[in-house]
């Protein structure tokens, strides 16, 4: 199975799971805007994304990424403000097989489908 963290209002998260669509596998919408996250759910995003800063999954340009002085903040600090801002999260992210991406640029998503 395939899952795909996704934002219907995101051109490129639409394209993704459009991508996702017309493969044939099981594929699993997350709207992680409209769902309940977790510390632990972020936390194992980015394990699986493989990385070492939190930092690299976020949205930077967004005005909250500015206002909340996010670059200054510890890992603990920015998973409490993702709870409450779930939209700094980039997306879209595609997970298969305990491995994840974020589709940008899409050729990303070939990498893991």
């Known amino acids: 199975m395939i ?20 493969i044939n596998e099981e594929i699993e919408v997350f709207e992680y805007l409209k769902s309940e996250l977790s510390t632990d759910k972020i936390k194992e995003i980015k394990n699986l994304l493989g990385l070492d800063d939190i930092k690299d999954m976020l949205r930077k340009k967004e005005t909250e990424y500015k206002e909340l002085n996010i670059e200054d903040k510890t890992e603990d600090e920015i998973l409490e403000i993702l709870l409450k801002y779930p939209k700094l999260i980039e ?15 899409m050729e990303n998503l070939t990498n893991i489908i």
């Open 91 to 105: 997306r879209p992210i595609i997970i298969k097989d305990q491995k994840a991406v974020i589709a940008r640029p």
């Open 3 to 22: 899952t795909i963290w996704h934002n219907a209002k995101c051109s490129k998260s639409r394209e993704a799971k459009a991508i996702l669509d017309n």
